[in-house]
């Protein structure tokens, strides 16, 4: 099975600032990975899939890169719409989440 | 615009058995692959299984094989997840989510989830 670590678990941000979230695959996925936002008490959303294509009407402070094992999710600018959890996934063998990444006000 | 809505959630005790269903609409329902996810209170996703556009192949996670099965009726456009000898642990919203693919793929539209409890 595949594991996908994500760090950091917490990270406290102000608006403005850019942010940098990694997720590692315990073995190469190539680029079959894709990143969801959730805020709470709501469903998912795609923000980012096959590593760093960017889903139709997300913004475009929202970039992803990597391949391989390593990953990162980048918010240029944060914005206050931001503050919410973000998971990576992986689906080139099945497919398994990280444990997400809570991002928080500073 | 695609819409997925879950239902079939509710308070179940230990071992007995509950299905869900999710009712799309919005696009062509049998040309897609399906999941289902979970989500227990406070924690984070769990995939749990996937069925391709035309029911040929189905997958599930470790913790739900053989105790879960999933299934779709193209001519009703409703997916399903038949959850047999439940368990505390399955306690969780579970989403009905597409895949972006006719087989297995990347979700790209979920539902709003239905509540599962397990518990005596």
């Known amino acids: 099975d595949i594991q996908m670590t994500q760090s950091p678990s917490t990270l406290s941000a102000s608006v403005g600032d850019r942010v940098t979230i990694t997720c590692r695959a315990s073995?190469?996925?190539?680029?079959?990975l894709a990143w969801y936002q959730q805020k709470p008490g709501k469903a998912p959303k795609l923000l980012i899939y096959k590593a760093s294509s960017l889903q139709n009407g997300v913004p475009s402070r929202f970039s992803g890169s990597g391949s391989g094992t390593e990953f990162t999710l980048t918010i240029s600018s944060l914005q206050p719409d931001d503050f919410a959890t973000y998971y990576c996934q992986q689906y080139n063998s099945y497919w398994t989440f990280g444990q997400g990444t809570k991002v928080e006000i500073k | 615009q695609v819409h997925l809505v879950e239902s079939g959630g509710g308070v179940v005790q230990p071992g007995r058995s509950l299905r869900l269903s999710c009712a799309a609409s919005?696009?062509?329902?049998?040309?897609?692959?399906m999941h289902w996810v979970r989500q227990a209170p406070g924690k984070g996703l769990e995939w749990v299984a996937l069925?391709?556009?035309?029911?040929?192949?189905?997958y599930f996670a470790d913790s739900v094989k053989g105790r879960f099965t999933i299934s779709r009726d193209n001519s009703n456009n409703t997916l399903y997840l038949q959850m047999n000898s439940l368990r505390a642990e399955d306690s969780a919203v579970y989403y009905c989510a597409r895949s972006n693919y006719g087989s297995g793929s990347y979700i790209d539209y979920w539902g709003q989830g239905t509540l599962v409890t397990v518990s005596s």
């Open positions: 919005g696009f062509m329902f049998s040309g897609y692959g």
């Open positions: 069925i391709w556009y035309d029911g040929g192949n189905k």
């Open positions: 073995q190469s996925i190539s680029s079959w």
